[in-house]
Every structure is written in C-alpha cells, then in structure tokens.
C-alpha cells in the first residue's frame, strides 16, 4: 500500500528537522557583535549540533550534516574552505565511534565530554590552520570561542531537544533506533 503525499511531506519534514534546527542556530549566532572584541566570543553552534544529532543515529545522517556544518562554517568565518569540514567531519567521526557509551549518560557527563571533544576539535583546527599559514597563530582567540562555546552548550542542547520533541515524533524515531 502507497503512502499518502502527506505521510511523504512528514517524513520528509522530521528528516530534515536537524539540519534546521541546526542551520537557524548558526544563523542566529552569526550576527556580528557592535564590539570587535566581543566577535571572539562567539560559540560554535554548529559542532554542539553536530553533537547532539549524532546520538540520534537513524534520524539524521551525521555525517552528512557535519560536511554542511564545516563548510558553512569555513564559509563564514571566511577561513581556507575545507578546513573546518575536516575538522566537523572528523569531529563527528570521533562521536560516532563513542556513541554507545555516551548515550545512557547524564547530561553533565555529556557536556563534560562535549568539552573534551570539543578541546579536540579547537586544537585540530588550529594545527590544520598553522599548517595553511605556515606560521604559528595564536591559541587565544580559539579558547575564547572554546569558552563560549562550552557555556552554551546547554542553551543549545535545550533548543535542540525542544525541536526534537515538537517535530519528531515518537514512533519515528523508535522505528529508527
């Protein structure tokens, strides 16, 4: 028996609920501060996304929305493109592979790991960055966007989860895990 066009939209619609919730996250913390200074302290939105949706195994492909993540990322931050898409991707590549013992822990034990993932992904970056320039940059700007980033960090897996319990439906994502 075929689907409905409705029941096709829907699926269609909770499949690409993480690459919304996550793209309209970076767009909101996108906008540029008054202050130069302030424009450091700006949050990765995008790998806290990454995160969160890479538990959530059969309802977004990970990777995929890594790839997207890194090159809007490396689009915006004007950076080498292809720099941040490495850095997502294997960003996400490292989450997957500890899934399993992340998943049934509390949410402070996440964020700690978070944190941790996340002090990976800012050191990453920056070798891969002093690699393209040939020079040595300074690690401050990058722990300040680390800080920032880990103290959103709930922020954001709260807008996430909200999104996930208003648009994706139970019987979807239990058919999917």
């Keep these: 028996m075929s689907d409905s066009w409705h029941d096709i939209l829907r699926r269609c619609w909770q499949k690409s609920v993480p ?41 977004v492909s990970s990777y995929l929305l890594a790839f ?6 490396d ?23 500890f899934s399993r013992y992340l998943l049934n822990m509390s949410f ?6 978070f944190a ?8 990453l970056k920056w070798i891969m960055l002093m690699m393209y320039y040939g ?16 103290m959103f960090y709930p922020l954001i897996v709260y807008l996430n989860a909200l999104g996930q319990n208003k648009f994706i439906t139970t019987e979807q994502s239990d058919e999917q895990n």
């Excluded at 997207?68 to 990322?73: E, Q």
């Excluded at 931050?77 to 490292?94: D, K, R, T």
Aim: aromatic share 22%.
């Design 116 to 123: 941790l993932f996340g002090l990976f992904f800012i050191l």
């Design 19 to 59: 690459f919304v919730i996550t793209f309209m996250l970076m767009a909101v913390f996108a906008v540029p501060f008054s202050s130069f200074q302030m424009n450091f302290f700006r949050p990765t939105v995008g790998i806290i996304g990454v995160y969160y949706w890479a538990f959530r195994q059969g309802l």
């Design 75 to 97: 689009v915006h931050s004007s950076s080498p493109i292809g720099i941040n898409v490495v850095c997502v991707l294997f960003f996400a590549l490292l989450i997957r592979q």
């Design 68 to 73: 997207l993540v890194g090159l809007v990322i």
């Design 135 to 150: 020079k040595i940059l300074l690690l401050s700007e990058a722990f300040i966007n680390f800080s920032a980033t880990i």
């Design 108 to 113: 402070y034990a996440n964020w700690f790991f």
